[in-house]
Structure formats: structure tokens, C-alpha cells
């Protein structure tokens, strides 16, 4: 997760439009007092735009009628995640009621985001020569000497790994930042000298039995099955640098196509269902080019899925030509970003989800840094003992997603990129931006007789959640909602 310096940057200007002190749905034991961060569209508008004006001009599609293809079926949906690792880390140590809150509000299918999807993080673990990191980042490792394993390292991880399975998140994948220190070049889980390759390949028998042995060990003694193992995490990036404050490792291509074929033949003898899913890339561009050079050589016969990170690239046209290609599945495995309203989020998702058609879209962190706009909920995470925390409009946007998109639904096109459709059960599922009077034409369903619409909004600006508009009627497959500016809002046409 690199993406935190950059948009925090290009963010800097503040959304002086709003300043939310009341959240309507009262999700949690905290009343957030920030102020709405800029959605980055904001600043097309000039000076002497009115409010309203500048968001029309930012968020409303230009479209009045939206056509929804019920003939062009894209994937099948698994779920929104989200990455456990650092907030779990801390906030799992958190009081049993403080966690149980969160984890409710992440994972709880009636009341909370009802995310599907987890990824937890087995830790490399630090030298403990070494105090480089934030206090949020130093998870412990299973195997912190060659040969010893110590199982009951990361416990308040864990603590939320299994929180969110009770609460019946359903997919859970593994994932690695670094090798454990002592495989590494620099002695270092935060990377090398200057974000040199920092995996000693003498250790690649090691670094793949210590992934193999913890995945097994969950399996076996933690009742949990990671469906699938990613090795890597932006690995190409050139940031993992030594005395870096979190864990990261350069491992180049050449690198990779030697450890993957090792981990698919260690799976396999230790006869866990875990698949291997790579490379978790930092860009859509350099999982394209990962992808390329995987089907080149073909490594690619040894991965299950490929995971890339969407912070940044625009080629998702070619990756996802790709991956039919190749036919393989493709999950987001991380985004994030320092907009607090979750509108940037919300587009990013539509871009996404439309473009790259993935199973699978998880967000960075479910509790970030206090006041970074980065998370759906918030709390000082490198304040030991400070377990306060406090739900941003972000979670109530986010929420408008995985609330209403369940898992096992079928997005299908639609003529308006900030709309969404998917279809589960025969209940017809719409997320849109779009905003004004718009139509909605679901006149293609022509075997179904859907009689009526109902409609929820989060308009973060104007201090709206989960807000339940009404219920309109579908006239001969067409329904007519007034939706407004800057809002995300869910249609249920059933
Ligand atoms: C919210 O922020 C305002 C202005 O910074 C402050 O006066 C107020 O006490 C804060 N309220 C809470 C509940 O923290
Ligand atoms: C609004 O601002 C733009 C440039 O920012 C200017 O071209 C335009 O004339 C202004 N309109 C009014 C009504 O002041
Ligand atoms: C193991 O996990 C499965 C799936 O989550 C669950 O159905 C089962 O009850 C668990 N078994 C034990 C012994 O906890
Ligand atoms: C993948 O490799 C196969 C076999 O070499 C080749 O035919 C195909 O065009 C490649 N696909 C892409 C997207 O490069
Ligand atoms: C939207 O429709 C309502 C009535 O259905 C009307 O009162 C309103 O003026 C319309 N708004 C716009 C922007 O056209």
C-alpha cells in the first residue's frame, strides 16, 4: 500500500461544503466530527459555481435515460473485501466490546458493510535489532528464528480473521509484505538500500515452506482455509527501501517465476486447498505487464487468479482482454484513497467494476489513521491503548456497494459508467452516481415483471446516510427517480 503518500498530496485541499457532526444511522459508539476532504472532481469547478452547479458538473452523468442490458451478462461476484493486517493488529486488542463493534460494523451482514472478503497478512516479522516501523505495522512473525515456530504470534490479527468468519465473511486469502528478516539481503522486512531486490534466493525453499506451514497450520489447528496464498505484494515497486516504516520487499519478475512453481508443488504435497493467486501489483499497467510475461514464459498455468491493486494505471481494457486470454479470474485487492466522502471511491469502484469485470474488490484498510480521509472508519492506530474510533461518510457511500451488490450476483452492462447492474434471485440491483431526474429502462428484462423500485441515498455533503427514499413504481420497464447531486444511491427493482 503505497498509495497513501500520493493522494494524500493531491488531496490537500479541504471541502469546505460540509462539515459533518451528525450521522444518521448511528453505527457505532463514536460521532465523527471531521470535515469532507475534497473529492479531487471538485476542483473542475470555477469560483462562482454554486455549490449545486459544481456538483452536477462533477458527478451527474449526462445521460437522462439509462439502458440496462439484460443480454450483456459480465462476471459473477464474490464479494467486497477488505485487508486486515495493520488495523487488525491494533484494534484486536482493542476491548472485546470495541472490537466486537467494529467487526460488526465491517462484516455484519443486517447491520454492517456485510463485506465477503478478507485478506490477512502473514507477517514477515521484523529484526528485533530494528524500530523502523509505525507502531501499526509491527506484526510479529510465526517463525521469528530459522526452525522455531511460535504460534501465537499476531493473536489480535487473527482475533479479527476469526471475528469476521463468525460473522460469515465467507473468502479468505493469505498474503506476505516481506520474507521473515533473516531471508532477507538487508536483515530488514522494510526492504533493501534503495529499493534494491531485497529476497536472498538462497532462502527460496524457506520463504515458500514458512507460507506453506503457516497456511497448513491455519487449516489444520485454526479451522480456517485460505482459498488462496499471495507471496507477493507490489513487488516491482522501487519504494521498499531499507529503514522504510513498513514491511515491503523488492522481488523482480525473474524472482517471482522461480518461487511460484516451488509454492504450487509445496501446496500440493501439503495437500491444502490453497491455490496461489499473484502479484498483487501497485498499477493496472504493471499487472498487464506482469500477466504478459507470465502467459510468456508459462508460469501463469500455476496461479488460480491474479490479484492487482488499482492506485494507480488506466489500461483496464487491455488487462481485462487479457485475462479472458489467459483465462484466469482477476480480484482488486486494494484501493484506497484520502477522500473522506467516498465519492472518489465510489467512481473508482464503477470504473472497476465495469472495465475489469473482477470477482472480487476489496479496500485497503476497514480503520485507518484518524483524520486521513483513508477509512471507512477511523482511529489514532499508532496510539497504543487509544481504541477510540469514529464511522466517516466513507463507510456510508462504501456501504451503498456492499450492502446492496451481495455476493453470487451477475453484474450485467449498462449504457452509463456511473451505473452499475447486477442481477441475483431475479432482483434487479442498481448503483448509481448519476443524479436529477433519471430513467431508468429495464425494459430488456422482458420475461420479468418488475412492479417497483425501492431507493436508499448517501449524500455525505448534505449529512444523509443510509437514507430509505421510497418506493417507486416501474411502468412498463421504465422508472423515473429524482436522485440527487453528489450521492450514491441503490435502486432494488424487484
Ligand atoms: C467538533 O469540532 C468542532 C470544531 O473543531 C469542536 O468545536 C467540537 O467540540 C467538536 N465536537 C466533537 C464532538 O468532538
Ligand atoms: C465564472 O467564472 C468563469 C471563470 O472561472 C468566467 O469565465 C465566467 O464569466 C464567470 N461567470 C460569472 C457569471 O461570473
Ligand atoms: C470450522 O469452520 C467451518 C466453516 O467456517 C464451520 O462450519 C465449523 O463449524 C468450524 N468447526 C469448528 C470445530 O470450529
Ligand atoms: C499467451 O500465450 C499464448 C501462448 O504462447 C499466446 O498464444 C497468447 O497470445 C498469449 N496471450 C497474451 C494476452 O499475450
Ligand atoms: C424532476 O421532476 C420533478 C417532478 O417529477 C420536477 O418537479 C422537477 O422540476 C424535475 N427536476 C429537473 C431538474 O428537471
Aim: glycine share 8%; hydrophobic share 40%; aromatic share 14%.
Amino acid at each position: 500500500m503505497a498509495g497513501y503518500k500520493l493522494s494524500i498530496v493531491s488531496l490537500v485541499i479541504l471541502y469546505l461544503f460540509a462539515v459533518v457532526n451528525a450521522y444518521k444511522l448511528n453505527p457505532g459508539p463514536y460521532v465523527g466530527n471531521d470535515s469532507l476532504t475534497l473529492d479531487p472532481c471538485l476542483s473542475k469547478c470555477s469560483s462562482n459555481d454554486t455549490i449545486n452547479d459544481c456538483n452536477h458538473k462533477c458527478h451527474c452523468a449526462v445521460q437522462e435515460t439509462v439502458m440496462i442490458d439484460a443480454t450483456a451478462k459480465q462476471q459473477k461476484f464474490h464479494g467486497f473485501g477488505i485487508n486486515l493486517a495493520w488495523f487488525a493488529f491494533v484494534m484486536g486488542r482493542a476491548p472485546e466490546t470495541v472490537r466486537n463493534q467494529i467487526a460488526d460494523l465491517l462484516f455484519d451482514k443486517e447491520n454492517g458493510l456485510g463485506l465477503n472478503v478478507v485478506r490477512y497478512e502473514i507477517p514477515g516479522g521484523e529484526n528485533p535489532r530494528f524500530f523502523f516501523m509505525h507502531e501499526r505495522e509491527r506484526l510479529p512473525g510465526y517463525e521469528p528464528v530459522p526452525g522455531v515456530y511460535d504460534w501465537s504470534a499476531d493473536e489480535s490479527q487473527r482475533w479479527f480473521l476469526m471475528a469476521a468468519i463468525q460473522r460469515g465473511v465467507e473468502i479468505q486469502e493469505a498474503m506476505a509484505y516481506s520474507p521473515p528478516y533473516w531471508m532477507t539481503y538487508s536483515g530488514s522486512t522494510t526492504g533493501g538500500p534503495k529499493g534494491y531486490p531485497n529476497f536472498n534466493i538462497n532462502y527460496k525453499d524457506q520463504f515458500v515452506d514458512y507460507l506453506v506451514t503457516v497456511v497448513k497450520h491455519f487449516y489444520e489447528h485454526f479451522n480456517v482455509t485460505f482459498s488462496t496464498l499471495e507471496m507477493f505484494n507490489e513487488p516491482l515497486a522501487d519504494y521498499w527501501t531499507f529503514g522504510n516504516r513498513q514491511e515491503g520487499c523488492h522481488i523482480g519478475l525473474d524472482t517471482q517465476q522461480i518461487l511460484i512453481p516451488i509454492l504450487h508443488k509445496k501446496l500440493q504435497e501439503a495437500n491444502i486447498p490453497t491455490k496461489i493467486a499473484a502479484a498483487d501489483d501497485y498499477s493496472i499497467d504493471q499487472t498487464l505487464f506482469t500477466v504478459l510475461a507470465y502467459n510468456e514464459t508459462g508460469i501463469i498455468r500455476d496461479l488460480h487468479q491474479v490479484n492487482t491493486h488499482t492506485y494507480a494505471g488506466n489500461r483496464r481494457a487491455q488487462l481485462h482482454e487479457a485475462m479472458l486470454d489467459v483465462k484466469k479470474p482477476l480480484w482488486v485487492s486494494e484501493y484506497g484513497n484520502g477522500d473522506n466522502s467516498g465519492l472518489l471511491t465510489a467512481r473508482h469502484i464503477m470504473k472497476d467494476i465495469q472495465k475489469l469485470e473482477p470477482e472480487v474488490w476489496c479496500y485497503w484498510q476497514g480503520v485507518d489513521m484518524a483524520g486521513s480521509g483513508w477509512g471507512p472508519l477511523e482511529a489514532n492506530l499508532n496510539n497504543v491503548g487509544d481504541y477510540s474510533f469514529y464511522a466517516t461518510p466513507k463507510y456510508y457511500t462504501f456501504g451503498q456497494f456492499t450492502r446492496f451488490l451481495k455476493p453470487g450476483s451477475t453484474f450485467v452492462s449498462t449504457s452509463d459508467p456511473l451505473t452499475l447492474a447486477a442481477i441475483r434471485d431475479d432482483t434487479l440491483t442498481l448503483v448509481t452516481m448519476n443524479c436529477g431526474n433519471v430513467t431508468f429502462d429495464v425494459s430488456s428484462f422482458s420475461n420479468m415483471k418488475y412492479q417497483e423500485a425501492q431507493v436508499w441515498y448517501s449524500v455525505p455533503w448534505k449529512g444523509l446516510y443510509f437514507d430509505k427514499v421510497g418506493t417507486f413504481l416501474v411502468e412498463d420497464g421504465k422508472v423515473t427517480l429524482n436522485l440527487p447531486v453528489a450521492g450514491v444511491s441503490s435502486i432494488v427493482i424487484q
